[in-house]
Structure formats: C-alpha cells, structure tokens
C-alpha cells in the first residue's frame, strides 16, 4: 500500500507543476509543463497495471506457464505515449525556437502585443 500512495503522490505532485508551469507567460516553461505532464500520465498508466511481482512474463509458446502473467498492453501503450510525446515535444520545441527568432522574445504577451514591433520587422527597417 505504501508504494500506491507513493505513485499517487509523484503523480500529482507532476500533474501540479506540470499545470503550473502550462499556465505560465513563458513559452518554455509551457513547453516542460508539457513534458511533465506527458510523463505523469505515462506514470498514471504504469500505475493503473499493477503490481508485477509474482506474475510469469507475457510469452506463448512451450515453457509459458499457465496461470497470471503480466498484461502487456500497459507497456505497449507507455511506450506508444512516449513517442508521441517525444515527437509532439521536439514539434513545441521547434516552434518555440522559431517564435524566438522571428519575434525576438518568447513571453506570450509581448509576442501579441500591436505595439511592440517584431525582430524580423526591425530588421527589415534597418535593411532599407
């Protein structure tokens, strides 16, 4: 019971900084809330599995033993989620690197305040 609530803990403790840091100004800070809440629902799947100890592995053939194994569809799922996330987190990042160079600044207000002119527009009135 005590490693359930030390998973549960971990969870939501990742669930609270990841939200935390999704609502921030910045676009990095976004982008790690992203990350940390991508790994805490691969931990909530890893969690929902349960406990392996005493199970025989997940393979058919002639030494397969009889009885509980452990379900392999957690661990294929886990490992799908982290690929999306991979790819979903080198796409965010990407486009945060680029917000950065075209605008000058990755804070979320100054990137849409009408006022502030941009770095590629600056560039182009030191050009002509």
Request: net charge neutral.
């Amino acid at each position: 019971m005590n490693n359930q609530l030390d998973a549960a803990v971990l969870i939501a403790v990742l669930f609270g900084a990841g939200i935390y840091l999704c609502l921030s100004r910045r676009l990095l800070r976004v982008l790690f809330g992203f990350l940390m809440i991508s790994n805490a629902a691969n931990l909530v799947l890893l969690a929902v599995s349960g406990d392996p100890s005493g199970k025989s592995t997940a393979v058919v053939g002639p030494d397969s033993v009889s009885g509980t194994s452990v379900d392999p569809l957690p661990q294929a799922l886990i490992l799908t989620a982290i690929v999306i996330g991979f790819a979903v987190a080198s796409y965010l990042t990407i486009l945060v690197y680029r917000l950065y160079t075209d605008r000058g600044t990755a804070n979320i207000p100054r990137l849409f305040d009408p006022a502030e002119p941009t770095a590629g527009a600056a560039a182009k009135e030191d050009a002509s």
